[in-house]
């Protein structure tokens, strides 16, 4: 029975996991039941509370009409199968309207004491959607013996479940029924559906349902489940029919072969002239400022600047000699390296948070930073901050006020509007586009760009900056930091956002500076590889890659013939290191070379900020053994090669971060001691998982914690 019904119980296991054990999926259940003010937003409640209940019907009735259905070459029944055939559908059903509330339940449980009226409210939406599963259970136990049969009542239950009708003969009810979720589920492929972004039919009626009905992460996840059943059900059903031809086998099979040429993750790029050259060529123009011998191991060099990044530094630090002065003017010149580690949104809203809150209270930290090295989810905060503070001096030339901004941070604009444009949910539109048009993407033999789920997902970030900022700057162009090359004087840092060849496992940067090899080692030059410019977004994106909601970008080349080729695939920089600290460990070299042939050794102090957003995270330290490890107890030999591949990518982030540590804090008589400054959230009784959304508290809780860490008591910057 339970294998009849397997695409009832598969999905039932797969939602049943997520609600009840997996952290993102919980705070997405905070995120729509826990809203600010009471009952946050009822009519996505109440579009919530229809999903759910689809949901349901969808396991009970589908496991139900595939035990009434006449299939061929069936065995006979046995004794006692009767019983398991009136109530495994009944089971199914009731599991699945019981999971949801449960998970409510245990989201809740999570963060008692947090915010009483949020708890308040999750427990009053768990019990309404308890009652309603509970109706719902009624009726599929009882239905039989109601006297209704517009609903489906009134039936024998064991003389229906024999396995003996045909389609007509099925119940009408019931027919209505399936055919409606088959309905919905082909209406939400096209609501997902990307389309072209100039107006049409489809773009219109999109719009037109979002400012409606909006759907949440929540109600798009159970949408997605409840979808699967009745369609993988039918595959049970033609596979009977068809002599058991494994038709579902078969899909798997043709995506398989499919994937050799589907593939619509192509990187998005700006369909300008190519700048990144440009860029190569007017820092080459410029001369070597920084006349270093090379290594005597070093290959020769191709033509050009071979050390981009140390001549930048020089001509940083001559931008501000006036306030670096001679030795005699006191304390030395702070110059600030930031490495942002990666971790989802909960990494773009530390980052942005705590660099903005720093700016806000000292407007000179931006001047002081040198650069940013951030991974994943940091990269994006890094370049909301770069546009924010690029918006504030627009805004002060112009002599204009920058839009209004409510909330914790109402008298730190630059960190409330971060926050503002990072507190947004951008889970729900990526996962409405993965699990339907992404989804059908696989079994089709043709690429549709426009179901790429990467898209989704960066246009929900240009839509959200959108809304905050009233202008387009995360889908312009990153060249426009270069322009052609970076302006030492603009008090913008320097954004080096980490990537990782998923083709080699080799570190990838996405940088306005050429990336040299004999600064950057081993590292492969995104923008000078693709060619074209990229949008902000897209850049960040591809540092933001992380296992399968964000599928590995496409690089797509050009010979010099003209055929263009596909030349390899980057992921996210987490998979090489996930701090920002090898890459940020490579910019203070190249800053103790331009102070050391600047004579400012004396003067500058490099500050390295580690913005680590993992409560978890392990620090670095001396002596590892120190500190013993959890053991592995069970399936030691199983366990212990894939447990070692998988720790290894923090260990390597820890000792990168302790390199790092020891290069700054390191000095010898001609120059200063450097500061070593890590920032990282404390463990709350708020979870902060992985993800693309943060619900309330967990903004709420990051708020405190940007507080507390950028001040010490007295109110002065550390």
């Known amino acids: 029975m339970l294998w009849l019904c397997r695409f009832s119980l598969g999905p039932l296991l797969i939602g049943a996991y997520a609600l009840l054990l997996n952290d993102q999926a919980q705070e997405v259940l905070r995120e729509f039941a826990a809203r600010d003010g009471w009952w946050g937003d009822v009519l996505e409640f109440l579009v919530f509370a229809l999903v759910f209940l689809l949901w349901a019907v969808n396991t009970w009735l589908c496991a139900r009409l595939l035990t009434e259905l006449r299939l061929p070459e069936s065995p006979p029944q046995l004794p006692h199968e009767l019983f398991y055939r009136v109530w495994v559908p009944r089971a199914l059903g009731a599991v699945a309207a019981m999971v949801v509330p449960a998970g409510m339940l245990i989201a809740a449980q999570s963060y008692v004491g947090r915010s009483p009226t949020s708890l308040l409210q999750m427990r009053i939406i768990a019990a309404a959607l308890f009652a309603l599963g509970a109706v719902f259970i009624v009726y599929i136990v009882f239905r039989s013996r109601m006297n209704l049969r517009m609903l489906g009542g009134g039936q024998d239950t064991r003389d229906r479940v024999q396995g003996r009708l045909t389609i007509p003969e099925l119940h009408p009810f019931d027919k209505r029924v399936f055919l409606s979720t088959v309905a919905v589920t082909l209406f939400t492929f096209f609501y997902f559906w990307l389309g072209d972004p100039a107006p049409s039919p489809v773009v219109e009626l999109r719009m037109l349902v979002f400012n409606v009905a909006p759907l949440g992460a929540a109600a ?70 920084c006349e270093i011998p090379p290594p005597p191991d070093a290959k020769p060099q191709p033509p050009g600047a071979q050390y981009p990044l140390c001549g930048y530094i020089r001509r940083w630090l001559r931008a501000r000699a006036a306030d670096i002065a001679p030795e005699s003017a006191g304390q030395p010149y702070r110059v600030n390296i930031v490495a942002a580690a990666g971790g989802g949104i909960r990494a773009g809203y530390w980052t942005a948070g705590v660099l903005s809150f720093y700016q806000d209270n000292d407007p000179t930290f931006a001047a002081h930073t040198l650069a940013i090295s951030a991974v994943s989810g940091g990269s994006l905060g890094a370049v909301v901050f770069d546009g924010l503070l690029v918006k504030q001096r627009e805004a002060t030339a112009k002599g204009s006020d920058p839009p209004a901004c409510t909330g914790t941070f109402e008298k730190q604009p630059l960190t409330c509007r971060a926050t503002a444009i990072l507190g947004g949910d951008f889970l729900a539109p990526t996962l409405g586009v993965m699990l339907y048009p992404d ?139 996930n701090s920002g600290a090898a890459t940020a460990q490579d910019v203070l070299a190249a800053l103790q070379r331009a102070v050391a042939q600047e004579n400012l050794g004396k003067r500058i102090q490099p500050v390295v900020m580690l913005l680590s957003n993992n409560p978890d995270l392990a620090q670095p330290t001396e002596d590892p053994s120190a500190t013993p490890p959890d053991s592995l107890r069970f399936a030691v030999e199983t366990r212990a090669p894939l447990e070692t591949l998988l720790q290894t990518r923090e260990g390597r982030g820890t000792q990168a971060q302790a390199v790092l540590k020891r290069a700054v804090e390191w000095r010898d008589t001609n120059t200063q001691r450097g500061i070593f400054k890590l920032y990282q959230p404390r463990k709350d009784i708020v979870p902060l998982p992985l993800g693309w959304m943060l619900s309330p508290s967990a903004r709420r809780a990051l708020d405190t914690q940007i507080l507390q860490q950028s001040l010490v008591p007295g109110g002065t910057l550390r």
């Open 220 to 289: 798009i996840l159970l949408l997605a489940l409840a979808a699967w059943i009745p369609f993988g059900s039918l595959l049970v059903y033609w596979s009977a029919l068809s002599y058991r031809v494994p038709y579902f086998a078969l899909m798997l099979a043709a995506a398989l072969l499919f994937s050799l040429w589907n593939d619509n993750h192509a990187v998005r790029t700006l369909e300008q002239s190519t700048t990144a050259k440009a860029v190569a060529d007017a820092v080459a123009a410029r001369g070597q400022d």
């Open 439 to 577: 989804l059908v993407q696989r079994f089709l033999p043709v690429a549709f760009p426009l179901t790429d789920r990467a898209r989704a997902l960066e246009a929900s970030w240009e839509s959200r900056w959108r809304d905050v900022m009233h202008d387009d700057w995360l889908n312009a162009s990153f060249d426009a930091l270069a322009n052609p090359e970076p302006d030492p004087a603009s008090g913008l840092p320097l954004l080096l956002l980490n990537v990782t060849d998923v083709e080699d496992g080799k570190r990838a940067l996405v940088s306005p500076l050429p990336v040299a090899p004999l600064e950057f080692p081993d590292t492969t030059d995104v923008r000078k590889l693709i060619g074209k410019p990229l949008r902000m977004s897209t850049a960040a994106h591809l540092s933001a890659r992380f296992m399968y909601v964000s599928p590995v970008a496409t690089v797509r080349v050009t010979d010099a013939n003209g055929t263009e080729r596909t030349w390899g695939h980057l992921a996210d920089g987490g998979y090489f290191e």
